[in-house]
């Protein structure tokens, strides 16, 4: 079963706008991460977010994590058009490095 | 650079063959996952090692089989194929063991079974 879930399923926005994914899980966590996957390409990672932590930024990502309501936040500020991609959540429960991902987020930005 | 490669990259093979699918890390990472991804479904874990000899099932384990016998690589195997294992998988690596670890993917191989 999946641990994340991720809203919107597909998201389609101008370039310059912002992109706002949303994740929500179901157990708690160790970690949460982030991963983008261009089409017919693996999984790269992006972000790693601590369960102590509430807000991360890494360039124009900016990942936020409320770990009361089990959800998580990926926002990415002046996309552009090669940040189209599908994005997914990933939790680590137990710190062993074993991820369950979710099923993903489709942006595409248009120029 | 160290990288992590899969082959073969495009696979098709016939329901009840046994199927094997290489991963090959240089980042001489401890921990190796192997996952599969579906429409519908994202990625799914089906086996994981965290070292040498040592080998655990995921979510979705049954009908594959995995052997760690260096750091370097985690080969899959589908004992005896079937259509419902058409599917891209990928292969993983990580530090470890445990610590806050990003996971380096391989370029997937897209397995069909007729």
């Known amino acids: 079963s999946q641990q994340g879930e991720e809203d919107p399923q597909a998201l389609s926005i101008q370039e310059g706008e912002n992109a706002t994914m949303n994740c929500s899980y179901k157990t708690s966590i160790n970690n949460l991460q982030w991963y983008r996957q261009n089409s017919g390409r693996g999984l790269v990672h992006l972000i790693l977010i601590r369960s102590n932590e509430r807000e991360k930024h890494s360039g124009r990502l900016r990942v936020t994590l409320d770990t009361s309501k089990k959800s998580s936040s990926l926002l990415i500020t002046a996309s552009r058009a090669a940040d189209t991609a599908s994005y997914f959540c990933?939790?680590?429960?137990?710190?062993?490095?074993?991820?369950?991902f979710g099923t993903g987020t489709q942006l595409k930005v248009e120029l | 650079d160290a990288e992590i490669t899969q082959s073969p990259r495009h696979k098709i093979t016939e329901t009840g063959r046994q199927v094997t699918l290489a991963c090959h890390q240089t980042?001489?990472?401890?921990?190796m996952f192997w996952y599969r991804q579906d429409l519908g479904h994202g990625l799914r874990l089906i086996h994981y090692?965290?070292?040498?000899?040592?080998?655990n099932k995921g979510e979705v384990s049954d009908g594959y089989s995995v052997s760690r016998s260096n750091t370097e690589d985690l080969p899959l195997t589908l004992e005896s194929a079937a259509s419902s294992q058409t599917s891209v998988y990928f292969c993983?690596?990580?530090?470890?063991?445990?610590?806050?670890?990003?996971?380096?993917f391989g370029p997937g191989t897209r397995l069909t079974v007729l």
């Open positions: 990933a939790t680590d429960a137990g710190g062993g490095n074993k991820l369950t």
């Open positions: 993983a690596s990580s530090a470890g063991p445990g610590g806050y670890n990003e996971q380096f």
């Open positions: 980042w001489n990472h401890n921990n």
């Open positions: 090692s965290y070292g040498v000899h040592d080998t």
